[in-house]
T-cell receptor, first 111, second 116 residues
């Protein structure tokens, strides 16, 4: 079983739609969580950190459920420019502190 | 605008040849990562340095891959001999990771390797 699992998609949604992605992680020692965005043939870039109480950044809302070991990302009022692959990332905050990336969920927003 | 710089951007080589990829991390960052990305496997961690010391290279095939940080401004990833299955995009990323750090990593644009 992979440490971080995501539905690869693609999620095809119309502009203006609300879309949500989930991600599950297997290592209960994971303490820090992030969403990265990767455009086609580009490098990943940090979209937002995920805090225990949940957090919002404009149209994006991230939630963490430690009991069930999953993280979610909600995008409201989707724009064409949101089309990308969204990578769920966890970090174990003991020892290595390396970031482990999920394989990503591809989103395609259509006009 | 500080950024991670990787060279080469593209490399096509023949099986058996040596390949060296280079990375200049952002000045002041204390951690450097090498990741490999393929369609099938996604982003895989190959090696990880903190303050130039190797912390983890368990994701790297030891018989052919080696990663080093000869100084704070240069990280290298070497494949010798290369094989077709090594074809992938290799990303270098740097960050400032502390006990309470955000963990944001800044990625280079990647080195796209094709081994024929």
């Amino acid at each position: 079983r992979k440490e971080v699992e995501q539905d690869p998609g693609p999620f095809n949604v119309p502009e203006g739609a609300t879309v949500a992605f989930n991600c599950t992680y297997s290592n209960s020692a994971s303490q820090s969580f992030f969403w990265y965005r990767q455009d086609c043939r580009k490098e990943p870039k940090l979209l937002m950190s995920v805090y225990s109480s949940g957090n919002e950044d404009g149209r994006f809302t991230a939630q963490l459920n430690r009991a069930s070991q999953y993280i979610s990302l909600l995008i409201r009022d989707s724009k064409l420019s949101d089309s990308a692959t969204y990578l769920c990332v966890v970090r174990e905050d003991t020892g290595r502190r390396a970031l482990t990336f999920g394989s990503g969920t591809r989103l395609q927003v259509q006009p | 605008d500080a950024r991670v710089t990787q060279t080469p951007r593209h490399k096509v080589t023949e099986m058996g040849q040596e390949v060296t990829m280079r990375c200049q991390p952002i000045l002041g960052h204390n951690t450097v990562f090498w990741y490999r990305q393929t369609m099938m496997q996604g982003l895989e961690l190959l090696a990880y340095f903190r303050n130039r010391a190797p912390l983890d290279d368990s994701g790297m095939p030891k018989d052919r891959f080696s990663a080093e940080m000869p100084d704070a401004t240069l990280a290298t990833l070497k494949i010798q001999p290369s094989e077709p299955r090594d074809s992938a995009v290799y990303f270098c990323a740097s960050g400032l990771v502390t006990g309470v750090g955000t963990g944001e990593l800044f990625f280079g644009e990647g080195s796209r390797l094709t081994v024929l």
